[in-house]
């Protein structure tokens, strides 16, 4: 018999693997999950050999003194104001050409295809993938954050 439980963690299960595969990700890369409600998913990706994965609050964003994100994750994003938030407020400790992804279940989320774009472009993300997935998880977006502007030699 499966419990709540069990179906919270075959889903969890499900988005690190569709995350990881997405992504590229490997064990050795600085993974935040924004949110501090999804211990699960960042459970998952201990169990699959990444040593350096945190859940951050977008609340309580930037952080200094922190070595820069390599892959950013926003699981279960419902609305263009958390997702802004996130951009906003996570997207600064994330890397030069790090990678965000942003899932969004199709029955409880109100963002729409264009309205995501045109948030992450004017965020400075470039290269956006909209991943179609199976069952409860929706849609994963994929995201290249630009790098950053080089100097010019005088």
Known sequence: MNT?????????????HEIIS??????A???????????????????????????RSADRGPHMGVPPTDILIAPNVKS???LRDVVTRLGYDLRPRGI??????YAYSSL????????LMESGFTAVERITVRGDMGTI??????????PRAA
């Open 4 to 16: 709540p439980d069990d179906n919270s963690g075959s889903l969890n299960r499900a988005l690190a």
């Open 100 to 105: 965000l992804l942003i899932a969004c279940a």
């Open 112 to 119: 729409n295809e264009q309205r995501v774009r045109r948030l």
């Open 80 to 82: 263009e104001a958390v």
């Open 141 to 150: 977006w994929c995201a290249h954050k630009q790098a950053a502007s080089m």
């Open 29 to 55: 890369d600085n993974v935040t999950i924004a949110g501090i409600e999804h211990l699960e998913v960042m459970i998952e990706f201990i169990r699959r050999g990444f040593s350096h994965v945190l859940c």
């Open 22 to 27: 997405a992504s590229g990700a490997q064990s």
